[in-house]
């Protein structure tokens, strides 16, 4: 039995150089989303989306910047279970992951009312929008990783290294 990992493999694309303005545009998008939201939340939904859509590279980026904030381990491992192990998160916390799920899982339909409700019951107008905002940019970035399969395990927490040079 061997001991070697695979090998890395080769981004298809990057998206940055071909399109700078797009991804400058992005960032600032990503950035803007997370004004007036809990950055703990703001890390939850982006790990729980990217989980979902199976992106290595923003698991690998959200993860990190998490554990980098404080978050625990345990609450990490725990979000793919998360309705399981309700215990683990706040209310609040456990609206926002039934609202992430709902919104990254639109082709299964469309947002149920129930989703909405509870996320409502726990953030104001404005922190809805902003928790709205996150879901949406993290499902973006989540296709923009995948689809041009950026590498993961490369990044710094706070790092700005995927970002295009200028």
């Known amino acids: ?35 007036g939201l809990d950055p703990v939340i703001a890390e939850l939904v982006k790990i729980r989306a990217s989980q979902l859509n199976h992106c290595a590279f923003c698991l690998d980026m959200h993860t990190k910047d998490a554990l980098a904030m404080g978050e625990t381990v345990e609450r990490i491992i725990q979000l793919s279970g998360w309705e399981e192990s309700r215990h683990f998160y706040t209310e609040k916390e456990a609206a ?6 709902a919104v990254t899982v639109i082709t299964d ?29 993290i499902n973006a970035w ?18 700005v290294a995927h970002r295009p040079k200028d």
């Open 1 to 35: 039995m061997s001991n070697e990992y695979a090998p890395e493999h080769t981004p298809r694309l990057n998206i940055g150089q071909h399109m700078p303005d797009f991804y400058k545009a992005m960032i600032k998008v990503d950035g803007a989303s997370r004004a």
């Open 142 to 159: 989540n296709r923009i990783a995948v689809s041009t399969r950026m590498v993961p395990g490369h990044y710094t927490p706070g790092s």
């Open 109 to 137: 339909g469309f947002v149920p009312d129930e989703a909405w409700e509870k996320a409502a019951k726990h953030f104001d107008e404005a922190e809805l929008a902003a928790l709205l905002a996150v879901i949406t940019v």
């Open 96 to 101: 926002a992951l039934e609202l992430t799920e």
